[in-house]
């Protein structure tokens, strides 16, 4: 059971991983005794993080705007340069935008298509040469949709449900162009968790979010961090072009 479900050893690319969702992602690979390299936009926080990570573990920092195809090439280039190979890539930066439906501005749609979709298409298209499609157990593509994603949301926020839901497709299309590349291509559709990006949401209104989730709480970053593990390890070797709702039951149960 230890060795199905280790990821001991494995370089771990998580993007946006310097807070909210992607640092709780990278927190619990460099626990299991992964080798994680977290980008973000901001330098600082990403580096503060890394330093941190790395009393207790492997941790990097490459800072990065996803937002720039010339930033895209450089961490890319940065990783094959410095790591050689990558087993794992967490695609995790994301943004939104709300806004009425009337008075929904196009730099709110733009950006948030930008991070939210052609960031991560174009990351796996610059990473492919470096991906580990030797290793027996194969390179490991994880993308952070959201329960967003699968159904309509009560927020304001068009853009960013929208990109989700192009990104559970771009996650079963490249599950299928991939999977004879020895690229398993997965993604995890989360609920509510306690983040930067909530936090207006919940503001005022977290019992009320709360009481729609099953199982009454709030996501935690084992929760989170469990489900990539297990994508990540020998254990989801046969798993391949699914999206697991991480959300207490939100979706599934019709919260």
């Not at 709030?218 to 489900?227: K, Q």
Request: negative net charge; proline residues 5%.
């Amino acid at each position: 059971m230890k060795d199905l479900f280790s990821v001991s050893g494995k370089t771990v690319l998580v993007t946006g991983g310097s807070r909210g969702i992607g640092a709780m992602i990278a927190r619990s690979f460099v626990a299991h005794g992964a080798h994680v390299i977290i980008s973000s936009r901001k330098a600082e926080s990403c580096d503060q993080l890394a330093a941190e990570l790395s009393r207790s573990g492997v941790c990097h920092s490459l800072p990065a705007d996803l937002s720039r195809t010339e930033e895209i090439v450089r961490l890319s280039d940065a990783i094959a340069d410095r790591f050689g190979t990558l087993d794992v890539l967490v695609n995790n930066a994301g943004a939104t935008w709300g806004a009425p439906l009337e008075d929904f501005p196009e730099a709110g749609w733009d950006k948030t298509m930008n991070i939210n979709l052609r960031a991560p298409f174009f990351l796996i298209q610059k990473l492919l040469p470096v991906l580990n499609t030797e290793s027996e157990d194969g390179a490991r593509i994880i993308n952070i949709a959201s329960i967003d994603g699968l159904s309509p949301p009560a927020f304001d926020s068009f853009a960013y449900s929208a990109s989700k839901a192009g990104l559970i497709m771009l996650t079963r299309h490249l599950a299928a162009k991939l999977g004879p590349r020895n690229i398993l291509v997965n993604a995890v559709a989360p609920g509510f968790f306690p983040t930067d990006m909530t936090r207006g949401v919940l503001s005022g209104a977290e019992d009320e979010v709360i009481g729609r989730i099953p199982l009454r709480r709030l996501g935690e970053s084992d929760d989170i961090g469990g489900v990539c593990l297990f994508l990540a390890s020998r254990a989801a070797s046969f798993v391949h072009g699914i999206v697991i709702p991480c959300d207490g039951g939100m979706e599934s149960c019709g919260g």
